[in-house]
């Protein structure tokens, strides 16, 4: 569907950059859409293929490209007809609906607003539907993002501990952006409209985050790939180097500032740390331990802490 292809390779350590968002596509009607407020689209019952709400005498057929040239979509699309008068509960009665490529409604004659949704882009028109027949098309001004991350030297991410989250580019209120879609699957191809996001990637559930700005160009497929900065490591309290690990332990993991990112119960404590220092204390009975630790990123394995005087510290400083 997308007849462009654009690779983007992003190599990003730690920054958390500025950003700017491209909303879903407003009418390019002469007559003012900005202002309208349509009701979220999961307050609706979803819609069943080739089933309409409305029956009329005015045929008009819809039909939705990516770009002002681009070739009609012929699956995907979901589309709502609206009435442009708010009903008593204050929310744009929904009276036909379908899904899949064109579509035709049978309505009465009349104004209405139609909303053509293709994953996560959109875009809102006016039409006038008469006694005869007719045909609207529709640009949603979209494309597609695929996403994915590497360790350094191009070293593959296992699927199950990478997660994508994509946001709006400029803050709102407090500068917070608005999260648009949550958990993205690396290498999924996510379809909105043209404009810049922001997009964080999440490696494990630590500290191992990178927040990166992306632009999607309408018509084409972005793929983008960040770099992370950051290893796994699995934790484990011996009597010995090369010993068994400890049962009954309690982990907590400190950053540079002293606080805790991270704590665990069990004798191996797996995560995945962002590279940089931190300090381990491990707890097993009465006896707490410190070690100090340096993550280099991609350098993966396991980190042991001698349960020894060497390394016991007095519980009045510990952290619990």
Do not use: C
Not at 146 to 159: E, F, H, N
Not at 166 to 187: F, M, S
Request: aromatic share 4%; net charge neutral; glycine share 10%.
């Amino acid at each position: 569907m997308f007849v462009g292809l654009r690779r983007l390779s992003l190599i990003v350590i730690g920054a958390t950059l500025g950003v700017a968002l491209a909303l879903p596509a407003g009418a390019k009607d002469p007559d003012s859409l900005d202002k309208l407020k349509l009701p979220g689209i999961s307050t609706y019952a979803p819609p069943h293929s080739g089933t309409q709400l409305a029956r009329g005498e005015g045929e008009i057929t819809l039909s939705a490209q990516l770009t002002e040239k681009g070739e009609e979509i012929t699956r995907g699309l979901v589309w709502r007809v609206f009435r442009p008068e708010p009903g008593a509960d204050g929310k744009l009665p929904l009276v036909a609906s379908a899904q899949g490529g064109t579509a035709a409604f049978q309505l009465q004659p009349g104004s209405y607003l139609v909303h053509a949704s293709y994953g996560r882009a959109g875009a809102t028109k006016r039409i006038t539907v008469g006694r005869d027949a007719k045909r609207e098309s529709m640009v949603l001004d979209a494309g597609g993002l695929k996403l994915d991350a590497t360790l350094a030297g191009g070293i593959r991410i296992p699927r199950e501990k990478l997660r994508f989250s994509i946001y709006e580019a400029r803050g709102g209120k407090d500068d917070e952006k608005a999260l648009i879609i949550p958990n993205v699957q690396p290498n999924s191809v996510v379809r909105l409209n043209a404009g810049v996001y922001n997009v964080v990637s999440t490696y494990g559930s630590v500290n191992a985050v990178i927040r990166s700005d992306i632009r999607v160009e309408a018509g084409k497929l972005t793929e983008a790939t960040v770099e992370h900065r950051a290893a796994e490591v699995t934790l484990k309290l011996v009597r010995e180097a090369g010993g068994e690990a400890l049962a009954d332990t309690s982990w907590s993991v400190l950053n540079e500032s002293g606080d805790s990112i991270k704590e665990a119960v069990g004798a191996f404590a797996p995560m995945v740390l962002a590279e940089g220092n931190y300090t381990v204390i491990a707890k097993n009975r009465d006896r707490i331990y410190q070690k100090d630790l340096t993550v280099e990123a991609g350098k993966n394995g396991e980190v042991e802490v001698v349960a020894s005087e060497a390394t016991a510290i007095d519980p009045a400083e510990g952290a619990d």
